[in-house]
């Protein structure tokens, strides 16, 4: 027992090291790993960072372009861009996070047991998969967030439950050419049960597209919520959402273009940021990518 | 052939009915009721009248009661009157939207398919160029763009500052008096924004999608027969890769109906088209439950039949898929 322990550990840091090996090599990969970093800074440190209250009206400086004193400039209520763009930082990215979340642990646990049981668990749940993916993805999030209160938890939940099946599609196929494998076999053999079969043996071995895969899903993510936001279904004002802001950048949109433009930039930086590393994260693993 | 396209046909007659189930169930599982939104704000609204208005919109059967009615109806094309002031026939109002929202995503896939191709196909055989390396880069771009603040800025930069192009509707006011000539220039001035801009998310996956197919397809052994033999290499490229790097196009542009669809929502809204998306989007806000239903089972239908007619012509342009299904 301890040896396999160990020789786990082994294969598990060398595999680490190969993968940082070619991870490195790519530029834009690390572009967007350092992103993602600066990002995630700057939504941990909002409070440090912003120069004002993301919610603090201003009476005097209604829709000042940028100055020295608000270098983003302000909107309609007087209330500092750049703060607000710092602030809805952690709003976008903890929607991202969670809804990807979500989708990744429905379509992992529905695409684990499409692929490990086969048969009619497999044509169910792929059926389903199908008829899931007939539906406008954004039209079906509009009709159910519109019924709901729109909350950010209600948006991080549809955004998350309207996005798994290419997650459940990805582990089923994983599922299915490695379920026949020698190691798993040899674990049935010794008596493991379904459960430790799949959660130990084969899960793991299943996980690196699904990486990919949340990467790339954050941006998405993002981008939707910003969408929904930017349409007054999203975030509420006064909390500060870029998609949000936004929609004060289309009120506005011939006295104040930095209303407008700031905050998209915010939202194409990040999904840019998400996206390069996701394919990144993708080349690193694929060997057959690499040679090229 | 014909065997397998009745075949295909029967087999998304589930998927169509699953669809209706499942948009059915979606959205009278969610809390909230049009009729509160009539009645919740308005306090000399009785329980009685509540109740009847309820009644009168069939709300207050039981769920599976008013599916069964409802399917029967969607099945002879009737999704019932809008919620709306207006009380038209939902089908009808649809009706009146969806060529619009069709002939803008026709457009946009006209667009991406001629400039993505090119695209693809130049910097596939110029891999690791600077143009290969500038059409990544605007292929990244463009997959994080968001596309509603393109649309934006666009609006802002060459309708609101520079005036060449009209920022909203699909003509303008004095559009009765145009002559022929002028409807169509003044049609098309309309047009330009909207569709450039929502073609561009596709742009880029496409243009990416035709590079990894040509540099595949140039990689096999009878492209390099083809060079062997002493074939210029345009030959080579435009007639023998070419055409095997093109077939999974139809496939592509099948399947990308939702999303073009999907993205028409936002589109219409900024730029005030009155298509299938503004439609869905101004009855989501007053919760028009008909309206709703209607247009997410159209989506969705339109969505099966890009998939099938994918699949189909793709059996049709690729011998080798026709026979390997045949069998």
Redesign the interface.
Same mark, same amino acid.
């Given at each position: 027992m301890e040896n396999t322990v160990k020789h786990g550990e082994i294969t598990g840091r060398f595999r680490r090291s190969v993968f940082w090996r070619h991870f490195r090599k790519n530029k834009l990969g690390l572009v967007g790993a350092g992103i993602v970093l600066v990002l995630a800074g700057i939504a941990l440190l909002a409070p440090l960072l912003s120069p004002y209250d993301p919610t603090e009206l201003d009476a005097q400086r209604i829709l000042s372009p940028p100055s020295r004193a608000h270098c983003f400039g302000t909107d309609r209520l007087g209330r500092d861009v750049l703060s607000r763009i710092i602030w809805g930082s952690r709003i976008s990215l903890l929607v991202g996070f969670i809804a990807v979340g979500i989708a990744t642990s429905i379509g992992v646990l529905v695409g684990s047991l499409a692929g490990y049981y086969g048969r009619w668990v497999d044509s169910l749940i792929m059926r389903f998969v199908d008829l899931m993916l007939c539906f406008p993805t954004f039209f079906l999030i509009l009709a159910v967030i519109a019924f709901l209160e729109p909350s950010i938890w209600n948006i991080m939940v549809v955004i998350g439950a309207t996005g798994w099946m290419g997650v459940a599609r990805l582990v089923r196929a994983e599922f299915l050419s490695l379920k026949e494998r020698e190691f798993v076999l040899s674990a049935r053999a010794l008596g493991a049960s379904d459960l430790r079969i799949i959660l130990r043996h084969i899960l793991p071995n299943a996980l690196a597209p699904v990486l990919v895969s949340a990467t790339l899903g954050v941006a998405g993510a993002i981008l939707t919520e910003s969408a929904l936001s930017f349409l007054g279904i999203g975030i509420q004002p006064p909390t500060p959402s870029w998609g949000n802001i936004l929609t004060g950048g289309k009120d506005n949109l011939e006295i104040a273009w930095w209303l407008s433009f700031f905050p998209g930039l915010a939202i194409l930086v990040t999904v840019l940021g998400y996206n390069l590393l996701g394919e990144g994260i993708r080349d690193a693993l694929d060997p057959r990518l690499r040679q090229e | 052939m014909l065997r397998h396209i009745l075949k295909r046909i029967l087999l998304s007659l589930? !998927?169509l009915i699953? %669809?209706t189930f499942? #948009?059915f169930l *979606? +959205?009278h599982l969610? &809390?909230?009721e049009p009729t509160s939104l009539q009645t919740d704000l308005n306090p000399r609204v009785s329980a009685a009248s509540k109740a009847q208005l309820r009644h009168l919109y069939g709300l207050d059967e039981p769920l599976p009661v008013q599916y069964v009615k409802w399917a029967w109806r969607s099945f002879r094309l009737d999704f019932g009157q809008s919620f709306a002031p207006d009380g038209r026939k939902v089908t009808e109002k649809i009706a009146e939207r969806i060529p619009i929202t069709i002939f803008l995503s026709l457009l946009e896939m006209l667009v991406i398919v001629l400039i993505a191709i090119p695209i693809g196909i130049l910097s596939a055989t110029r891999q690791y160029s600077l143009f290969d390396k500038a059409t990544t880069v605007f292929v /990244?771009?463009g /997959?994080? $763009? &968001?596309t509603?603040?393109?649309a !934006? !800025?666009c $609006?802002?930069l060459f309708g *609101?500052h520079l005036g060449w192009l009209p920022i909203s509707g699909l003509q303008s006011m004095n559009y009765a008096q145009l002559s022929i000539g002028g409807e169509i220039l003044d049609r098309a001035r309309h047009l330009i924004m909207p569709v450039l801009v929502g073609a561009l998310g596709g742009l880029a996956g496409f243009s990416r999608y035709m590079r990894s197919n040509m540099l595949e397809v140039i990689r096999q052994d009878y492209i390099r027969t083809a060079r062997a033999k002493g074939l210029p290499e345009r030959t080579v490229i435009y007639k023998h890769a070419l055409r095997n790097a093109l077939l999974p196009v139809v496939t592509i542009l099948g399947l990308s *109906? &939702? #999303?073009l669809?999907?993205?028409g929502? %936002?589109f219409e =809204? +900024?730029f005030a088209i009155p298509g299938m998306g503004q439609l /869905?989007?101004g009855s *989501? $806000?007053s919760?028009d439950y008909p309206v709703?239903m209607g %247009?997410?089972v159209i989506?969705?239908a339109l =969505?099966?039949s890009g998939?099938l007619l994918a699949d189909i012509s793709y059996g049709l342009v690729d011998p080798r898929i026709r026979v390997a299904k045949e069998r």
């Amino acid at each position: 027992m301890e040896n396999t322990v160990k020789h786990g550990e082994i294969t598990g840091r060398f595999r680490r090291s190969v993968f940082w090996r070619h991870f490195r090599k790519n530029k834009l990969g690390l572009v967007g790993a350092g992103i993602v970093l600066v990002l995630a800074g700057i939504a941990l440190l909002a409070p440090l960072l912003s120069p004002y209250d993301p919610t603090e009206l201003d009476a005097q400086r209604i829709l000042s372009p940028p100055s020295r004193a608000h270098c983003f400039g302000t909107d309609r209520l007087g209330r500092d861009v750049l703060s607000r763009i710092i602030w809805g930082s952690r709003i976008s990215l903890l929607v991202g996070f969670i809804a990807v979340g979500i989708a990744t642990s429905i379509g992992v646990l529905v695409g684990s047991l499409a692929g490990y049981y086969g048969r009619w668990v497999d044509s169910l749940i792929m059926r389903f998969v199908d008829l899931m993916l007939c539906f406008p993805t954004f039209f079906l999030i509009l009709a159910v967030i519109a019924f709901l209160e729109p909350s950010i938890w209600n948006i991080m939940v549809v955004i998350g439950a309207t996005g798994w099946m290419g997650v459940a599609r990805l582990v089923r196929a994983e599922f299915l050419s490695l379920k026949e494998r020698e190691f798993v076999l040899s674990a049935r053999a010794l008596g493991a049960s379904d459960l430790r079969i799949i959660l130990r043996h084969i899960l793991p071995n299943a996980l690196a597209p699904v990486l990919v895969s949340a990467t790339l899903g954050v941006a998405g993510a993002i981008l939707t919520e910003s969408a929904l936001s930017f349409l007054g279904i999203g975030i509420q004002p006064p909390t500060p959402s870029w998609g949000n802001i936004l929609t004060g950048g289309k009120d506005n949109l011939e006295i104040a273009w930095w209303l407008s433009f700031f905050p998209g930039l915010a939202i194409l930086v990040t999904v840019l940021g998400y996206n390069l590393l996701g394919e990144g994260i993708r080349d690193a693993l694929d060997p057959r990518l690499r040679q090229e | 052939m014909l065997r397998h396209i009745l075949k295909r046909i029967l087999l998304s007659l589930p !998927l169509l009915i699953g %669809i209706t189930f499942v #948009s059915f169930l *979606v +959205i009278h599982l969610a &809390p909230g009721e049009p009729t509160s939104l009539q009645t919740d704000l308005n306090p000399r609204v009785s329980a009685a009248s509540k109740a009847q208005l309820r009644h009168l919109y069939g709300l207050d059967e039981p769920l599976p009661v008013q599916y069964v009615k409802w399917a029967w109806r969607s099945f002879r094309l009737d999704f019932g009157q809008s919620f709306a002031p207006d009380g038209r026939k939902v089908t009808e109002k649809i009706a009146e939207r969806i060529p619009i929202t069709i002939f803008l995503s026709l457009l946009e896939m006209l667009v991406i398919v001629l400039i993505a191709i090119p695209i693809g196909i130049l910097s596939a055989t110029r891999q690791y160029s600077l143009f290969d390396k500038a059409t990544t880069v605007f292929v /990244f771009v463009g /997959f994080a $763009m &968001p596309t509603f603040w393109l649309a !934006l !800025l666009c $609006m802002n930069l060459f309708g *609101v500052h520079l005036g060449w192009l009209p920022i909203s509707g699909l003509q303008s006011m004095n559009y009765a008096q145009l002559s022929i000539g002028g409807e169509i220039l003044d049609r098309a001035r309309h047009l330009i924004m909207p569709v450039l801009v929502g073609a561009l998310g596709g742009l880029a996956g496409f243009s990416r999608y035709m590079r990894s197919n040509m540099l595949e397809v140039i990689r096999q052994d009878y492209i390099r027969t083809a060079r062997a033999k002493g074939l210029p290499e345009r030959t080579v490229i435009y007639k023998h890769a070419l055409r095997n790097a093109l077939l999974p196009v139809v496939t592509i542009l099948g399947l990308s *109906v &939702p #999303s073009l669809i999907g993205g028409g929502v %936002i589109f219409e =809204t +900024i730029f005030a088209i009155p298509g299938m998306g503004q439609l /869905f989007y101004g009855s *989501v $806000m007053s919760r028009d439950y008909p309206v709703i239903m209607g %247009i997410l089972v159209i989506g969705a239908a339109l =969505t099966l039949s890009g998939n099938l007619l994918a699949d189909i012509s793709y059996g049709l342009v690729d011998p080798r898929i026709r026979v390997a299904k045949e069998r």
